[in-house]
């Protein structure tokens, strides 16, 4: 009789999945055959095939409605069917097994080492708004990978979706993965692929040095990672180990769960911050000064008024159910984003705002990821877990959490925060607009800015609009300062700083801090100091002179819509001024190039004459 090891799995992860194993288990005892069946399920993989298994198997069954990795099963016959084959007729696909099926094509050796000769690399870089980051990381990598002389292709997830996407044949010829990215991404394309992960940061300022550490640090991904061992043996123990550390490395995990669930919900804020300046354009416009109040009842049914309520009550109402419920699904995955959306639309409830909603995102993705561990069913019912058991259980104890716990103690520190906010003085308000101001700048775009900015967005729903107008400020200031500097400064940058100033002016006028990096990167000693200097002082005017910004992004755009900005002449002073200081201190703090490039007091080494 046959050595048989099998494989089922559905788009779903559901109940095919397990049906289909069920039946090939009956079917193949009842005709003599030793068989192990993996499922790969919404849960996770269960009943993993080892490497002894696969070694020792004389065919290999894939009951499967979605691809799987086949690299484990080189050199052996492989027999291909859908779930439904093996649900209604597993006698007979195990018969054509027996009779038919062609030996696999040779897999590639990525998932167990790093062949010789150039590398064909694959990745995915990814950041929380999906704009330079994720585009500034995918060029690092392309450009380390061609200094190595290696072939790459990255795919970027951005705000537009992914471009430039993976194919099935792209991952299968890979020989590498390098996934930089500063929010969960989904790895079970690349599983039995040598995977490693870091943030976008570290592609951005040395491609070349992320792949060759990639190429020494990659831990197998997925069931291919643990499946050398049995549980619980050393072997088992370490291989999981290593996969954990290269799916954990680069960015800690509370800031890339917060990010994840920030970058799902930005889109929110923005449509819906937008939305509501649009309507006070439009009621200006209709009804004069008293258009700032187009919220009222007494306007309803105008085209004003609605704008209003589709920004406000849609966009800004889902805005903190989103963020939690992506900030659960990147700890929990598919089984963790309802009681996380759930918790945060209980956040609103409670009044306890954006703070309840991360709070209630983490105690979601921990308990059902706690969850989906402890409890143990039969395999027949194992597809009952994500649908049924996770998300009903989920819910009640973070519903439960937030109602009688979480809600009212955090509801009362968001309004204590919200008073302090609103009952600033002018030098309060300007050392609070001063320190939002230095953070936009210290990393551009990094962990110290998101933070700035997730405080100053979650505000809005809060109807706080003076910390969002001082981030904005100081974030467009440093790429609004080097272009500036690149101007009237030129003998300070290189030829190609002064190409990049312009398309840094560019950004900076889209409120996009990130153009700022390329030149922090090259001399951060001088660069970064110079920039928070600028974005301190715009941040500080803005808060101090009382602007409010009602349209979280947008950049110079936004400040021609009437009534987005409050106090238009000082938000643009404000600007100005943080740009010119900036832009001064650049002049100051960086010194004169010689035609190599280095400053015009370092020492040379001497040409020696011809």
Not at 517 to 529: E, K
Request: hydrophobic share 50%.
């Amino acid at each position: 009789m046959a050595q048989i090891v099998a494989v089922t799995a559905c788009p779903t992860g559901i109940a095919h999945t397990f049906m289909a194993a069920e039946s090939l288990r009956r079917a193949a005892a009842q005709a003599g055959h030793t068989l192990h069946v993996e499922t790969q399920g919404s849960v996770g993989t269960q009943d993993a095939l080892t490497p002894a298994q696969i070694a020792q198997a004389d065919l290999v069954i894939l009951a499967t409605d979605v691809a799987v990795d086949e690299s484990r099963f080189a050199g052996k016959t492989i027999v291909r069917a859908g779930t439904q084959d093996a649900i209604r007729d597993p006698g007979a696909l195990l018969a054509r097994a027996a009779t038919s099926g062609a030996p696999s094509s040779p897999a590639s050796s990525a998932g167990t080492a790093t062949p010789a000769g150039p590398l064909h690399i694959v990745g995915i870089t990814a950041c929380p708004t999906g704009i330079a980051h994720t585009f500034m990381a995918a060029e690092g990598l392309e450009g380390g990978a061609k200094k190595l002389g290696y072939t790459a292709k990255i795919e970027t997830q951005g705000s537009v979706g992914a471009g430039n996407a993976l194919t099935p044949d792209d991952i299968a010829r890979a020989d590498l993965v390098v996934i930089a990215a500063d929010t969960n991404v989904d790895l079970s394309r690349f599983t039995g692929k040598r995977v490693y992960v870091t943030g976008t940061k570290a592609a951005i300022k040395d491609g070349a040095g992320v792949i060759t550490t990639a190429q020494t640090q990659a831990a197998v991904h997925g069931q291919a990672a643990a499946g050398g061992a049995d549980p619980g043996s050393p072997d088992y123990v370490a291989q999981a180990a290593a996969a954990k550390a290269a799916k954990n490395a680069g960015t800690p995990a509370f800031y890339k769960h917060l990010m994840t669930g920030v970058s799902h919900m930005l889109p929110f804020v923005v449509a819906g911050g937008l939305l509501i300046a649009l309507a006070f354009a439009i009621g200006s416009f209709q009804f004069g000064d008293q258009g700032i109040f187009i919220y009222e009842d007494k306007y309803a049914g105008t085209l004003g008024n609605t704008l209003f309520k589709i920004g406000a009550n849609g966009a800004f109402g889902l805005f903190v159910p989103v963020l939690a419920g992506y900030i659960a699904f990147s700890i929990a995955d598919r089984p963790g984003l309802a009681p996380g959306m759930i918790g945060g639309f209980l956040a609103g409830l409670t009044g306890s705002g954006f703070l309840g909603g991360i709070i209630a995102g983490f105690l979601a993705g921990y308990l059902v990821l706690w969850l989906t561990r402890a409890i143990k069913l039969p395999r027949t019912l194992e597809g009952l877990k994500p649908t049924l058991i996770l998300p009903l259980l989920g819910t009640l104890g973070v519903g439960l959490l937030m109602m009688f716990v979480v809600g009212k103690p955090v509801a009362a520190a968001l309004t204590g925060l919200t008073a302090w906010l609103q009952g600033l003085g002018n030098t309060s308000a300007a050392l609070l607009g001063a320190l939002l101001g230095g953070m936009m700048a210290f990393d551009m775009g990094g962990p110290i800015n998101k933070a700035a900015y997730t405080f100053s967005t979650g505000l809005l729903g809060a109807k706080v609009y003076g910390p969002i107008a001082a981030t904005m400020a100081a974030g467009m200031t440093p790429p609004l300062a080097l272009f500036l500097a690149t101007l009237i400064f030129k003998n300070r940058f290189t030829k190609d700083e002064v190409e990049a100033g312009k398309a840094a002016g560019v950004l900076g006028i889209s409120f996009i801090t990130e153009g700022a990096i390329p030149f922090a990167a090259r001399d951060p000693l001088r660069v970064i100091p110079s920039l928070m200097a600028g974005s301190a002082v715009a941040g500080a005017i803005s808060m101090a002179a009382g602007c409010l910004l009602r349209a979280p992004h947008g950049g110079i755009f936004v400040l021609f819509i009437p009534n987005a900005v409050t106090n238009l002449p000082m938000y643009v002073a404000a600007i100005v001024a943080g740009t010119v200081v900036s832009t001064l201190m650049l002049g100051i703090l960086k010194k004169p190039l010689g035609e190599d490039g280095l400053p015009l007091n370092t020492a040379r080494t001497p040409v020696a004459a011809d």
